[in-house]
């Protein structure tokens, strides 16, 4: 016969006996006294009431909220505090489990021991077993003869044993007999060992990186962590970068508060094979001033324009991007305020142009200041009006510099007719303002204007179907869509812009040349946009593809001309199209077909497919007639379940340049990883890159940490 008891709240039951290891480092053990009606079954279950002591016996079982005990036999005594579970015992909290022979509890001071203990903690998917584990203090504990893993199999693949280790929380670690085990042979003893036990961040060295390169020899990278203070920390970075030599590098980063922030790295490298000292620093900062003005920087510089082709992990991800893209680095300062209806802007900007030797004659914008005014009705009449004043100072050490205002406000009215077509109809007069100086070739001097005007009309008007989302049934399903709507938005506009005489001022941008304009421009839109089934707060429809046709027919001037004369007075087709079918498909396509010859003079593609197995491939392609024939691909595939190959290639068509090509093995087992990464770097015409082959080795142990850096495209 079950018997069944109910004991208030105001008893005190369990204690969680659990040490919680995460990245390192070992938090609080948690012992948490019972809230609530706590309820206990046995077979047997008596209570002596002089010495105030319940015992259970034969299928013991206790239950608090998502806490479960259970044991063959239990003994609480009610003036002490002391629980008593023996046989057979378990202890499970939400999907945390602890198996022992016997536990002993106090539940007034939180001490206590298991015996013969096996741990297992589900989120970071810990396996912990000990001979003994007790409770010595608040924060201070014992284990004897245990083991720590994160595999799940019966003989793990990998485990760190230990004789004895103490651990006081906030303090340190004193480990004794340390062994770690691979595949089950011992590979690595530490007879005594120390370490800091803390649960916020610690100082120290981090786990080294190696490498190989078949030019330069072996690459060692190691790193001090320094936590300053919990709103900043340091890293120092020594590297063996082979025959280079030592590379070192120092990275500061603060917060400040949630509105000042920022980072700064440094590198520098006495390189031995280039027989010179080499340099890099990289540095960001934004913070929030008084009356809600702010200020971001981000400024960025490389001492040779090789630098990034040897060093390339050194560039953040933006300036990496301007390097490939545009062959330039470029620093600001910016900061400004925003109002409902204005926003103010002022901005440094210098350029480091990477394709020259020299960067005296690059033109840096120091300052740029700029005024908004953004759409807005004008006197609260259905006339509105958006615009613009600029002033930016043209600086460089060799050639003309010059100050230059604009000033570019633009009145528009857009209305519907019959509640079916959109009109808008708009007018920009523009002034812009020049003072030249420093011309060695005395072209431009002195203060000279430009006057000019853009005006415009466009119509369009929507039409539009909705499909339930069983006509799509797969895609639907899959995306969680209730309902499509595919739309189709045909335009036709007209833009006008008088000739202007442009010759007495210089040309440092684009909008510096304002070309005579009298033309048409037609085309048309559609959208595929998706409900979601259920709808929140923050869910609504989206778009998930576009594509946008259109083309210029001129009445004045020709865009072109060909290899006689003749004018050509339609501009190419101009194509885009995206899709953002994510995470399985997103892709955006650009292009210029031309309508006299019949062929693509301009293509950018970039495509993102992956699948339920986490294969991936991705590609881009830059081509431009006759200047850009250039693609980035690469894949990622899953061969047999647990071992992932990928490559990637970058290839330059017209020069016939290998940039880069990288292949790589991954094994994924459950507890831990093994990646292989070959970077094939090839020659560039110009020999600012040199041919050089490398190696790199990564280790991962779940819980741990990794020995070396992932490779990118393990990410995608």
Not at 340 to 353: G, I, K, W
Not at 435 to 447: E, L, N, V
Not at 703 to 712: E, N, T
């Amino acid at each position: 016969m079950r018997y069944r008891r109910f004991v208030l709240s105001s008893v005190c039951l369990l204690l969680i006996f659990i040490p919680y290891i995460s990245d390192g480092k070992i938090t609080d053990v948690k012992v948490e006294r019972g809230e609530g009606p706590v309820e206990i079954e046995a077979d047997e279950l008596s209570y002596d009431r002089d010495r105030q002591i319940y015992e259970a016996h034969g299928k013991v079982e206790v239950k608090r909220g998502d806490l479960f005990l259970r044991a063959d036999h239990g003994q609480l005594n009610m003036v002490t505090k002391d629980l008593l579970a023996w046989g057979n015992v378990l202890l499970r909290e939400g999907e945390d489990v602890l198996e022992c022979e016997r536990l002993e509890i106090n539940l007034d001071t939180r001490l206590g021991k298991v015996h013969q203990a096996k741990l297992f903690l589900k989120e970071q998917n810990f396996h912990i077993t000990s001979r003994e584990a007790e409770k010595l203090g608040e924060n201070q504990y014992r284990i004897r003869e245990g083991s720590f893993t994160t595999c799940d199999a019966v003989r793990p693949p990998w485990k760190f044993t230990v004789r004895e280790l103490e651990v006081t929380i906030e303090g340190h670690g004193l480990a004794k007999g340390s062994t770690f085990y691979l595949e089950g042979i011992p590979t690595f003893y530490l007879p005594w060992g120390i370490f800091p036990v803390k649960r916020e961040r610690q100082t120290g060295f981090l786990l080294p990186r190696v490498g190989y390169s078949k030019k330069y020899g072996p690459e060692i990278k190691n790193a001090f962590f320094w936590a300053i203070a919990k709103d900043m920390d340091s890293t120092f970075f020594l590297d063996y970068l082979g025959k280079r030599g030592f590379k070192e590098g120092f990275e500061f980063r603060y917060a400040l508060s949630s509105d000042t922030r920022g980072e700064a790295d440094f590198h520098f490298i006495d390189d031995k094979v280039l027989n010179k000292n080499r340099y890099a620093f990289f540095i960001q900062h934004q913070q929030k001033l008084p009356y809600d003005f702010y200020l971001k920087g981000n400024i960025n510089h490389i001492s040779d324009n090789r630098y990034h082709r040897d060093f390339d992990e050194d560039l953040p991800d933006e300036a990496k991007i301007d390097v490939r893209s545009r062959g330039q680095l470029r620093s600001t300062v910016f900061g400004g305020k925003n109002w409902d209806r204005f926003s103010f802007l002022t901005e440094a900007s210098v350029f480091q142009d990477l394709t020259k030797k020299s960067n005296d004659e690059t033109v840096q914008k120091l300052p740029q200041v700029r005024f908004y005014g953004h759409p807005q009705s004008l006197f609260n009449m259905p006339l509105f009006f958006e615009g613009s004043a600029s002033y930016t100072q043209f600086w460089r050490e060799k050639g003309v510099e010059a100050h230059r205002g604009d000033i570019f406000p633009r009145f528009f009215f857009p209305t519907r007719l019959f509640n079916v077509l959109k009109i808008e109809t708009s007018v920009a007069p523009r002034e812009t303002l020049y003072k030249s100086f420093d011309d060695p070739t005395r072209q431009y001097k002195g203060w000279e204007s430009r006057e000019t005007v853009i005006a415009s009309a466009e119509v369009s008007t929507e039409f539009y179907r909705v499909y339930e989302g069983g006509v799509f049934s797969g895609i639907s399903k899959l995306f969680k869509v209730a309902k499509w709507m595919h739309t189709i938005e045909p335009m036709i506009g007209y833009q006008y812009i008088p000739r202007v005489n442009q010759k007495k001022i210089p040309a440092f941008e684009d909008m510096d040349r304002i070309f005579y304009s009298n033309q048409i421009i037609y085309g048309f839109t559609q959208r595929l946009v998706g409900r979601p089934e259920k709808e929140g707060v923050s869910s609504g429809p989206s778009e998930y593809g576009k594509l946008r046709i259109f083309q210029s027919y001129s009445f004045g001037d020709p865009f072109t001309r060909d290899s006689k004369g003749k004018g050509r007075y339609f501009s190419n087709i101009q194509g885009e199209l995206w899709w953002n079918f994510s995470p399985y498909l997103s892709a955006k396509l650009e292009g210029e077909l031309s309508p006299y010859y019949g062929n693509l003079e301009v293509a950018n593609v970039s495509i993102n497919i992956k699948d339920n197995r986490n294969d991936a491939i991705f590609m881009q392609y830059r081509y431009a007639q006759r200047n850009i024939k250039e693609v980035n691909a690469g894949a990622r595939i899953k061969t047999i379940p647990p071992l992932y190959l990928y490559g990637s290639v970058r290839y330059n068509f017209i020069d016939n340049w290998k940039v880069e090509n990288i292949y790589g093995a991954e094994y994924q087992a459950q507890c831990w990883t093994l990646g292989l990464t070959v970077e094939d770097k090839g020659r560039s015409p110009d020999r600012t890159q040199e041919k050089e082959l490398k190696f790199h080795v990564y280790v991962n142990l779940l819980g741990l940490g990794s020995l070396g850096k992932r490779s990118y495209f393990m990410g995608l």
